[in-house]
Structure formats: structure tokens, C-alpha cells
């Protein structure tokens, strides 16, 4: 919801400096974990691993904590705030190994004969 309106607020105000924001809104917080939903649903083996909790909590502690601080870098400008940065840093990384998580899980618990 947040995702769309930020790319509704860029369509009618044709201000388009939170693309960044809209688009890893959209991917990382809605295609990319409803399509980790759907792979939990498939395989309901590898949600059960503490894998799949820490990569749940890793990611949605992350992802805010890097689109809150990019929202604001971008709409003020301020690109060089320590705090924006540490907060786009902190939150990226905290993402990105989220992500590296998840596909550890998919490729060590997945099973050959279930996929
Ligand atoms: C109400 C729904 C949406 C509206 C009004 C909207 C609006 C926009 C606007 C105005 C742009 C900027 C276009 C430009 O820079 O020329 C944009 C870019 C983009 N949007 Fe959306 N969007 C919506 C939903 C979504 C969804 C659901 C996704 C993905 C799941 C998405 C992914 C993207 C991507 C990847 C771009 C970057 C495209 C590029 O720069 O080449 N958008 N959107």
C-alpha cells in the first residue's frame, strides 16, 4: 500500500526523486516476499528452520529502516546526513544478508526429489 502510493503520489505530482523508495518498496517488500510466501506454501520444510525466521526478521527490520532513511535523503536532498547514511547502510546490509539467508536455506534444506 505504502509502495503504490508513493508511485500515485509520483504519477500525479510529477515529481519522480522517489523512485528509488517506490521500486524496492514494491520489489523487495511486495513481489519478492510474496514470492518467498508462495516457495514457503510449496515447500513448507524450509519455513520451519530458524533460517526462514531470521531471514524474516532481518528483512523486515532492514527494509524499513533503509527505505525510511532514503525516503528522507531523497525528499530533503541531504544526502550526506551520518544518521540517513548509517540508516541506508545499516538497513541495505541488514537486507542483503536477509536475502543471502534465504537462498542458503533454499539451497541446503531443499531436497533434489521435492523440488
Ligand atoms: C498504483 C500503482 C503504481 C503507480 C501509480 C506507479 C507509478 C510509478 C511512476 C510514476 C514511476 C516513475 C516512472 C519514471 O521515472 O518515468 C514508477 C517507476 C517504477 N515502478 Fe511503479 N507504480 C505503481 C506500482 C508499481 C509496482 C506494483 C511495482 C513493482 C512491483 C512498480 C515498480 C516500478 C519500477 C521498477 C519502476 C522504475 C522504472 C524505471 O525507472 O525504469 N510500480 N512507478
Redesign the pocket.
Known amino acids: 500500500m505504502i ?3 508513493i ?2 503520489y ?2 500525479t505530482s510529477h515529481q ?1 526523486n522517489l ?1 528509488g523508495v ?2 524496492h518498496i ?2 523487495l517488500g ?2 519478492a516476499l510474496t514470492l518467498i510466501g508462495l516457495i514457503y506454501v510449496l515447500f513448507p520444510e524450509l519455513e520451519k528452520k530458524a533460517l526462514a525466521k531470521i531471514h524474516f526478521w532481518l528483512h523486515n527490520i532492514g527494509l524499513p529502516l533503509m527505505m525510511i532513511s532514503l525516503f528522507v535523503m531523497l525528499q530533503t536532498g541531504n544526502m550526506t546526513s551520518t544518521p540517513l547514511v548509517i540508516g541506508t547502510a545499516v538497513g541495505g546490509t541488514l537486507v542483503l544478508i536477509g536475502v543471502f539467508v534465504f537462498a542458503f536455506n533454499v539451497l541446503v534444506n531443499l531436497k533434489k526429489s521435492e523440488a
Request: charged letters at 0%; a neutral charge.
Open positions: 509502495g503504490v502510493s508511485g500515485y509520483m504519477s519522480y523512485t517506490h521500486v514494491n520489489l511486495w513481489t
